[in-house]
């Protein structure tokens, strides 16, 4: 988290945490990224503008639910140390150099300071 993070409308979010069989919560239990999609088009319905992500692995659902959400325009935010990839340098690459370009990357302990309505 940095000065230029952006406060978490509580009222307007959705926390998807993910695992590649069976979703922890939210609705994902495909690795592919399917149902993030239906998931996703929940949030819509529900006037959900940002998504906290959080899952295993990395390169695998999270990679696919943040391309798809990022595609939708959702603020996202990935809790680097709530997701998990068999390959360290797998996630470091996807936490620092990829996922930035589409949201937030943020650590668990940042989480309640930034659920503030804006």
Not at 31 to 45: F, M, N, S
């Amino acid at each position: 988290m940095n000065e230029t993070t952006p406060n978490i409308d509580p009222h307007h979010t959705m926390l998807l945490a993910m695992d590649y069989q069976a979703a922890v919560v939210g609705s994902i239990p495909e690795p592919d990224g399917l149902l993030a999609r239906v998931a996703v088009a929940i949030a819509t319905a529900r006037g959900v503008d940002t998504l906290i992500l959080a899952g295993i692995a990395t390169s695998g659902v999270v990679l696919s639910t943040v391309r798809d959400a990022a595609d939708r325009d959702y603020r996202l935010y990935v809790l680097e140390d709530g997701c998990f990839d068999r390959d360290p340098a797998v996630h470091e690459l996807l936490m620092e150099k990829v996922f930035p370009r589409q949201g937030y990357v943020v650590s668990i302990v940042d989480l309640p300071d930034l659920l503030t309505p804006e």
